[in-house]
């Protein structure tokens, strides 16, 4: 257990203007370690939309407003500094929108989520309870869903959002040592730095049409219209900036694909269809359906149900046997080298050949491919 650091002997700073927050920044560029964290707000949009970033430096927090400041070149320059380590706790959001938002490419990754899966081979463990395994203090969650692009933040906002970062330095400090007594710093590193990467492709890749619920559905011709209208979908997501499931949602796309409407009147067929969206996107659905039919309405390969895949279950059963056997040799929980959901991709990749699924690959992969090869 780690002595109780407590906020009243911590000072805290709201900075809400680019030359204050260039003038903090040059001063990180000497630090070892610093702590983040950020809050955002994502319910009906494509892109996260960065509402507060937060950072400990060991000496004072810094709560920044995103909204009143862009993010200096010094900040950025210490985010993208690998020797300047970046602690934060389950990072994968925060590093889109740091991406999206600032386009920061952040290096020298340190997440505590991470090593606690790691150290103990627990997954996914929240920040409350992080806290308070090396505190044996609570930490109140109520303020995670408030409104964090309202201003001003309360009091209890900004409380919040300072003890979000208060105690990542001292549980970094005590990770690290964890890891290296257990010669898992190497692999850690490895992980970390994949994150950082895989968050940016993420971001900037397409999703695969072949994954969308019920494609299964389609036969060789209606696939090549599916994927156009799939990837109308994900450009007017990402160029309107909603999600793509307050556009149309995979099984009603599927059912347009099927009915292939010629007016608008058909397209009312489909009745799960929000008449906001039939208003708004009635047209291009319309001229990509008559833009694939122009093309000659090409055949594609038909996505097969997993269900009707011969020889899949056996695969299934024989790559998570490997896993599980993989994972206890090296101290892992099975689900962390590899879950079931990607063990069932890379099964049905391997029986079909194709579609391997993104996460077969760095040292997951440099440590079961050869495995997985031989058997």
Same mark, same amino acid.
């Given at each position: 257990m780690i002595a109780e650091i407590n906020l009243d002997s911590i000072d805290v700073e709201w900075v809400d203007s680019f030359e204050r927050l260039t003038e903090i920044s040059e001063t990180w560029g000497d630090?070892?370690?610093i702590a983040i964290d950020t809050e955002f707000e994502r319910?009906?949009?494509f892109f996260a939309r960065i509402a507060l970033v937060q950072i400990f430096d060991g000496e004072k927090i810094f709560l920044i407003d995103p909204l009143s400041t862009e993010c200096p070149l010094a900040l950025k320059d210490v985010f993208e500094n690998p020797n300047i380590i970046k602690i934060f706790h389950s990072c994968?959001?925060?590093?889109?929108?740091?991406?999206?938002?600032?386009?920061?490419?952040?290096?020298?990754?340190?997440?505590?989520?991470?090593?606690?899966?790691?150290?103990?081979?627990?997954?996914?463990?929240?920040y409350a309870r992080l806290v308070e395994l090396f505190?044996?203090?609570?930490?109140?969650?109520? *303020?995670?869903?408030?409104?964090?692009?309202?201003?001003?933040?309360?009091e209890q906002q900004k409380e919040y959002a300072s003890k979000d970062v208060l105690y990542l330095i001292e549980i970094f400090l005590q990770q690290s040592n964890e890891l290296a007594e257990k010669n898992f710093l190497k692999l850690f590193n490895q992980e970390c730095n994949e994150l950082c990467v895989n968050a940016i492709e993420s971001i900037d890749s397409f999703s695969d049409y072949r994954e969308a619920k019920d494609v299964w559905r389609l036969n060789e011709k209606q696939v090549g219209l599916f994927q156009s209208l799939f990837?109308? #979908? *994900?450009?007017?997501?990402?160029?309107?900036?909603?999600?793509?499931?307050?556009?149309?949602?995979?099984? *009603?796309?599927?059912?347009?694909?099927i009915l292939s409407p010629e007016s608008k009147s058909q397209i #009312?067929?489909?009745?799960?269809?929000?008449?906001?969206?039939?208003?708004?996107?009635?047209?291009?659905?319309?001229?990509?359906?008559?833009?694939?039919?122009?093309?000659?309405?090409?055949?594609?390969d038909i996505v097969l149900n997993p269900r009707d895949i011969k020889g899949l279950k056996e695969t299934s059963n024989r790559l998570e046997k490997i896993v599980k056997e993989t994972a206890k040799e090296n101290g892992l929980n099975p689900t962390f080298l590899l879950?079931? #959901?990607?063990?069932?991709?890379?099964?049905?990749?391997?029986?079909?050949?194709?579609?391997?699924?993104?996460?077969?690959k760095g040292w997951r992969k440099a440590m079961l491919e050869e495995l997985v090869s031989e058997n």
């Amino acid at each position: 257990m780690i002595a109780e650091i407590n906020l009243d002997s911590i000072d805290v700073e709201w900075v809400d203007s680019f030359e204050r927050l260039t003038e903090i920044s040059e001063t990180w560029g000497d630090k070892k370690h610093i702590a983040i964290d950020t809050e955002f707000e994502r319910r009906t949009t494509f892109f996260a939309r960065i509402a507060l970033v937060q950072i400990f430096d060991g000496e004072k927090i810094f709560l920044i407003d995103p909204l009143s400041t862009e993010c200096p070149l010094a900040l950025k320059d210490v985010f993208e500094n690998p020797n300047i380590i970046k602690i934060f706790h389950s990072c994968k959001e925060d590093l889109e929108v740091l991406y999206t938002s600032w386009k920061c490419q952040l290096k020298g990754l340190f997440d505590t989520q991470v090593a606690f899966s790691f150290l103990t081979g627990e997954l996914s463990i929240g920040y409350a309870r992080l806290v308070e395994l090396f505190y044996s203090i609570p930490v109140d969650k109520k *303020e995670t869903t408030s409104d964090w692009i309202k201003r001003p933040l309360t009091e209890q906002q900004k409380e919040y959002a300072s003890k979000d970062v208060l105690y990542l330095i001292e549980i970094f400090l005590q990770q690290s040592n964890e890891l290296a007594e257990k010669n898992f710093l190497k692999l850690f590193n490895q992980e970390c730095n994949e994150l950082c990467v895989n968050a940016i492709e993420s971001i900037d890749s397409f999703s695969d049409y072949r994954e969308a619920k019920d494609v299964w559905r389609l036969n060789e011709k209606q696939v090549g219209l599916f994927q156009s209208l799939f990837d109308w #979908r *994900e450009t007017t997501a990402r160029q309107s900036d909603r999600t793509k499931n307050h556009i149309i949602k995979d099984h *009603e796309l599927v059912e347009l694909t099927i009915l292939s409407p010629e007016s608008k009147s058909q397209i #009312r067929q489909i009745k799960s269809l929000h008449p906001r969206s039939i208003r708004l996107y009635s047209e291009p659905w319309l001229e990509v359906i008559n833009a694939w039919r122009a093309n000659g309405s090409l055949p594609q390969d038909i996505v097969l149900n997993p269900r009707d895949i011969k020889g899949l279950k056996e695969t299934s059963n024989r790559l998570e046997k490997i896993v599980k056997e993989t994972a206890k040799e090296n101290g892992l929980n099975p689900t962390f080298l590899l879950s079931k #959901r990607v063990i069932r991709k890379l099964a049905q990749a391997m029986v079909t050949n194709q579609n391997i699924p993104s996460q077969w690959k760095g040292w997951r992969k440099a440590m079961l491919e050869e495995l997985v090869s031989e058997n």
